[in-house]
């Protein structure tokens, strides 16, 4: 159960110092935490629907849907009560090493087919970094585990913003490649289908020199761009709804066209990464690199 506010003072006071950092962290926490559970709820999605389209020929394509579903209980829960739990980080654990196995699979799955490594399987075999969406849900989740239990501002040793700013900036990178794969695969026809491929990748590099380099400056772009990349995330929903109600038959033969037309729980995923990012900066700023 979440703890009354009582409580919380109560837990904060009994930690002293480490407890006052971890209340001021807990916006960020909270918000890196909701990032983990919306890229875990588009890897339980995603990976629902194209598993269930390859009929679950290999029983191990139920692990991915399950553990995407258990990482989205558990960082659901975490961002919405304080608190450090062995039983969460035992699930991010896992979901960080089972979206590494899963790309390993889709690896193997796109060079066992006929022609090996070609433009047309990358296009239409399983997509290779798709699970390791997962495996930064398990990252992020367990940084936030860790920065509670240890009511610290520091991860391994550095700065746990920087280091934060720098996966979601990789997450970034690796999702805009992803959806530039089958965006190209689509002959990028409609001129939004660049969004993903210009302003997270841009959101990525001005993350990554904000805090290379921490000015007020680079904090105010690098969240207006984190903040543009979410929306497009939420936008390209819409976008790939509207990709479905064009095919044959529309949103009536939803049961097929929802299999055929473009990933309708991908562009989530945007959103997840950019929340992460936003949580990273809050936690450098609190830590005062972006004062001078």
């Known amino acids: 159960m979440p703890m009354s506010g009582e409580e919380i003072d109560e837990w904060i006071t009994a930690r002293g110092q480490s407890g006052r950092r971890v209340r001021d962290q807990s916006g960020a926490l909270r918000q890196l935490n909701a990032g983990a559970a919306v890229l875990s709820f588009s890897i339980l999605s995603d990976s629902l629907l194209g598993h269930y389209r390859g009929a679950f020929f290999n029983p191990v394509m139920y692990v991915g849907p399950t553990v995407s579903g258990l990482a989205l209980a558990a960082s659901t829960a975490a961002a919405s009560h304080l608190g450090a739990k062995r039983t969460r980080e035992v699930v991010f654990g896992v979901a960080a090493v089972t979206g590494v196995v899963g790309a390993g699979f889709h690896t193997y799955n796109v060079a066992k087919r006929p022609g090996g490594w070609s433009w047309g399987n990358l296009f239409y075999g399983a997509p290779i ?67 993903p491929v210009t302003i997270p990748p841009l959101a990525a590099v001005v993350l990554g020199l904000a805090t290379l380099r921490p000015t007020p400056t680079g904090l105010k772009v690098a969240q207006a761009l984190l903040g543009a990349t979410a929306l497009a995330g939420l936008a390209g929903v819409g976008f790939h709804a509207y990709g479905i109600q064009r095919n044959m038959g529309g949103w009536y033969n939803w049961s097929q066209n929802i299999q055929n037309g473009p990933p309708l729980p991908a562009p989530p995923s945007f959103v997840g990464m950019a929340l992460a990012g936003l949580a990273a900066l809050s936690l450098l700023a609190q830590a005062g690199e972006f004062s001078s």
């Open 129 to 195: 970094g798709a699970p390791l969406g997962l495996t930064f849900a398990g990252l992020f989740g367990i940084a936030g585990n860790w920065l509670v239990k240890s009511g610290s501002s520091e991860l391994l040793g550095s700065s746990a913003g920087s280091l934060l700013a720098g996966l979601a900036a990789v997450g970034l990178l690796g999702t805009a490649g992803e959806a530039g794969l089958l965006h190209f695969r689509g002959a990028f026809h409609n001129p939004f289908m660049y969004t």
